[in-house]
């Protein structure tokens, strides 16, 4: 009944969203950001860059031509920019579903309905699981390539816990006003309240979907800009 939204917004910005959504891209290596010097570390190597456009690359200082130095710099700026970028947005969207969802719950159920404090409790779960791919430091930030499936399976696993629990509320929740209400078919009722409330989500996701989309396309598209620049450089110091 809820899977359209928490799977659909919750999990795809909290997993898919920081990785290779359908991307021709899938990254290989860890990326430190840090004041001093931005590290690309893993599968391709190891890429040492200052902000000045000094470059490491597997423990060897490389003289630079001019041509060579401004890609080092626009390189390490684009990772600067493009993962804060990525994370932030991932997050908003986060966001933007809670509220969401919270409103829906409290349209349909009330303000007091045990609902809020699980899907609460969902979010803040899955912002954990997200610094598990964009590691939050006090010098910068952290990217962890390999988080990312870990992450996806994890959080799938979290939003089905939740889902059942949310279930298990509404019904519930809205047996027990329908008892309450005194009508004549208490099962009639619930079965309606909760068709209401699967109507009310379906929506809400079909207005958030084609962001959701977009999102995950503009991420692609710094993803694989990204790595060209990696390769470029790279393939210079060679």
Same mark, same amino acid.
């Given at each position: 009944m809820i899977r359209h939204v928490f799977t659909g917004a919750m999990l795809f910005v909290a997993a898919q969203a920081h990785a290779d959504y359908q991307c021709s891209v899938n990254p290989k290596d860890d990326v430190v950001i840090k004041a001093r010097?931005? #590290?690309v570390v893993g599968e391709n190597g190891n890429l040492v860059i200052s902000p000045s456009g000094d470059v490491q690359f597997n423990g060897k200082q490389h003289t630079l031509s001019a041509a060579q130095r401004q890609l080092a710099v626009s390189y390490q700026q684009s990772l600067r920019s493009d993962l804060?970028?990525?994370?932030?947005g991932a997050r908003?969207?986060?966001?933007?579903?809670?509220?969401?969802?919270?409103?829906? =719950?409290? #349209? #349909?159920?009330?303000?007091s309905s045990n609902m809020h404090s699980r899907l609460k409790k969902l979010d803040k779960q899955l912002k954990e699981q997200m610094n598990r791919i964009i590691e939050h430091r006090e010098d910068g930030l952290t990217f962890h390539y390999k988080g990312v499936d870990q992450v996806r399976a994890d959080g799938q696993q979290l939003i089905n816990q939740a889902m059942?629990? =949310?279930? #298990?509320?509404?019904?519930?929740?809205?047996?027990?006003?329908?008892?309450?209400?005194?009508?004549?078919?208490?099962?009639q009722s619930v079965l309606g309240n909760l068709g209401g409330m699967q109507s009310a989500i379906q929506d809400e996701w079909k207005n958030q979907e084609k962001d959701f989309e977009q999102f995950g396309r503009d991420v692609c598209s710094r993803v694989v800009s990204l790595e060209n620049q990696r390769t470029k450089l790279v393939s210079g110091l060679k």
């Open positions: 010097h931005v #590290q804060p970028w990525i994370d932030n908003s969207r986060v966001d933007k579903s809670r509220v969401a969802l919270d409103n829906i =719950i409290t #349209q #349909q159920m009330g303000a059942g629990g =949310i279930l #298990q509320d509404s019904i519930n929740e809205m047996g027990a006003k329908a008892v309450l209400g005194g009508g004549s078919n208490p099962l």
